[in-house]
């Protein structure tokens, strides 16, 4: 079975720039979330949608990130304008459905702004 | 705010011991406990899950969860040079599905 796809895998922009990221989820997961990991830190949520709905993205800085998942399968985030803070790994993640289900990550995009 | 707490280590241990990794939780609603393994520049990969309170073994690993002390820990017995990680906690709080994260423990096993 394949695993969550993300590209790309490395992306350098400079701030005030625009970038975005896309996720392919498990095949069948219903769930996928998008995660921001700065260096040194836990894994934090920003976005997680059922289907192509969205059920928490109380912690997307919703000025400067959106994200969309149209058909219910795969999904997109968009950063605009990035700043120097901005620079992480994003991770999507996907799992069978919501609450009781197991969380699998893609191998991430590493955003680095200059 | 609902926070996991994991001591940023690094936590040394010699190759064939048993290394034990801690984490604490503040929320006493939380349902569902996840042990991530991280290699550095990598994706966090689950290793173990656990819901009730006692032990779950898998191999060489053993999670063991105490709900009224809101504490989780990972033991991985026979440690390995290949053990050497960052172990990332995860906590799911009842009824949905968020995930909230510890900053990870670094453990580095050694010949």
């Known amino acids: 079975e394949a695993g969550v796809a993300q590209s790309p895998r490395y992306k350098i922009i400079e701030k005030r720039q625009s970038v975005a990221f896309w996720c392919n989820p498990i095949s069948g997961h219903a769930t996928l979330y998008w995660y921001q990991q700065i260096l040194g830190q836990g894994p934090k949520l920003l976005i997680q949608f059922q289907n192509n709905g969205v059920v928490d993205d109380s912690q997307l800085p919703k000025d400067r990130f959106s994200a969309e998942r149209l058909k219910g399968v795969d999904s997109t985030l968009k950063i605009q304008p990035a700043k120097l803070e901005d620079s992480a790994v994003y991770l999507c993640?996907?799992?069978?459905?919501?609450?009781?289900?197991?969380?699998?990550f893609g191998p991430g995009t590493r955003l680095t702004v200059t | 705010q609902k926070e996991v707490e994991q001591n940023s280590g690094p936590l040394s241990v010699p190759e064939g011991a048993i290394a034990s990794l801690n984490c604490t939780y503040s929320?006493?609603?939380?349902?569902?406990f996840f042990w991530y393994r991280q290699y550095s520049g990598k994706s966090p990969e689950l290793i173990m899950s656990?819901?009730?309170?006692g032990d779950k073994e898998d191999g060489r690993f053993t999670a063991q969860l105490n709900k009224a002390s809101q504490y989780v820990s990972l033991l991985i017995r026979d440690s390995q040079p290949s053990d050497s990680a960052t172990y990332l906690c995860?906590?799911?709080?009842?009824?949905?599905?968020?995930?909230?994260f510890g900053t990870g423990t670094q453990l580095k096993v050694e010949l």
């Open positions: 995860a906590v799911r709080e009842g009824g949905g599905n968020k995930l909230t």
């Open positions: 993640a996907s799992s069978l459905g919501g609450s009781g289900y197991e969380q699998y």
């Open positions: 929320d006493r609603v939380s349902q569902s």
């Open positions: 656990i819901y009730s309170n």
